[in-house]
């Protein structure tokens, strides 16, 4: 079920994805939609890698190491 969200956005911004829409033949709302998907995905893959850049238990290896790991 999907639900109905409310947003203001800078005229520059809304022409732009009018421009998208018209240009790819979909409606606003599914560019909106595949903009939140990327967007929330990346931000997840964010918070990933600073969990782990800031985990103490978690090796940190050169990049000589890696290449040697990885027989380069």
Do not use: C, W
């Amino acid at each position: 079920m999907n639900t109905a969200i409310s947003v203001r956005l800078p005229k520059n911004l809304a022409r732009q994805l009018d421009s998208i829409a018209k240009e790819t033949e979909r409606p606003r709302s599914f560019i909106i939609q595949k903009a939140l998907e990327s967007y929330i995905e990346d931000f997840a893959d964010l918070q990933i890698a600073l969990d782990r850049l800031h985990d103490k238990r978690d090796d940190v290896f050169s990049d000589k190491e890696m290449r040697k790991s990885l027989g380069l």
